[in-house]
């Protein structure tokens, strides 16, 4: 059995991750980075998610002698070009506040009522790193309409405000089930799984 490592200390992820590959049938023992306590944070000076997401699975790569997956995400609005982008856990300039940086962005978007203009989706990008420099990298979206407040509790980061199209309710306001059926992420990790197989067999 190969074993896989996660840049990740999030235990959800782990577990989603862990959960796609069983369902695909591959036996591969995946683990967090919780697993290497001695490896560093990798910085994340892409300028795309794919290229943060590489980073750190390379790092991670370079430093466990195992293939390693990392994956990098955000919220990309239509009417801001895409921003916030690589930037959206740090938007409002403390990483990780999260209601900071909703507060900041429906500010920003405070004189746009038309839903036409409040466009945006949710990006993620997971890598896949071997210690031989071979690399992939695939891609999810979820896309959607900005509310302009808040709605729900179940979610994190920008869920509250993105309504997938198809929907009446928010990220935050679906159950975790729902969630992971379309988010940005478990496409993401979805289309990861031939390249585990191709790649890792």
Known sequence: MTRLILATRNAGKITELKSILADAGLPHDLVGADAYPDIPDVRETGVTFAENALLKAHALAQATGLPAVADDSGLCVDVLNGAPGIFSARWAGRHGDDKANLDLLLAQLGDIDDDHHRKAHFACAAALALPDGRERVVEGHLSGILRHAP???????YDPILQPNGETR????????????????????????PVVRELLG
Not at 151 to 157: K, L, P, R, V
Not at 172 to 181: D, G, Q, R, S
Request: hydrophobic letters at 35%; one cysteine or more.
């Open 151 to 157: 709605s729900g509790t179940n979610g994190f980061g």
């Open 170 to 193: 928010t990220c935050a306001e679906l159950t975790p089930a729902e969630k992971n059926a379309i988010s940005h992420r478990g496409k993401a990790f979805r289309a990861l799984v």
